[in-house]
Nanobody, 127 residues
Framework: QVHLVESGGGLVQAGGSLRLSCAASGRTLSSYAMGWFRQASGKEREFVAGMVWSGGSTNYADSVKGRFTISRDNAKNIVYLQMNSLKPEDTAVYYC????????????????????WGQGTQVTVSS
């Protein structure tokens, strides 16, 4: 079992920045991968960014490339999502999720690949 708790959401003006955090606990995370998803009102939950906990490449949705950065703090078991140059269309509930590395490599962008989810944190970008 992996327990995930997100924090860091809030209200920000367009062009601003926010950093989301996802504190992970439970199983040994070295064999897992972490993903950030978001769900805007009335829309499907979509992949934003992901990375394998043990290191290596990161993956991003085209809509956030160059603006968002996923990273981790191994000592604290925290995954971050740094969001810069925010746009009103980034407004959504942001979720942290975990999956085994094997399943991540198979299809990291699919919501159904992930086994564990946090409760979500609201990000609102005003124009």
């Amino acid at each position: 079992q992996v327990h995930l708790v997100e924090s860091g959401g809030g209200l920000v003006q367009a062009g601003g920045s926010l950093r989301l955090s996802c504190a992970a606990s439970g199983r040994t995370l070295s064999s897992y991968a972490m993903g950030w998803f978001r769900q805007a009102s009335g829309k499907e939950r979509e992949f934003v960014a992901g990375m394998v906990w043990s290191g290596g490449s990161t993956n991003y949705a085209d809509s956030v490339k160059g603006r968002f950065t996923i990273s981790r703090d191994n000592a604290k078991n925290i995954v971050y999502l740094q969001m810069n140059s925010l746009k009103p269309e980034d407004t959504a509930v942001y979720y942290c999720a975990a999956v085994t590395s094997l399943k991540y490599y198979s299809n990291y962008g699919a919501r159904t690949s992930y086994d564990y989810w946090g409760q979500g944190t609201q990000v609102t970008v005003s124009s």
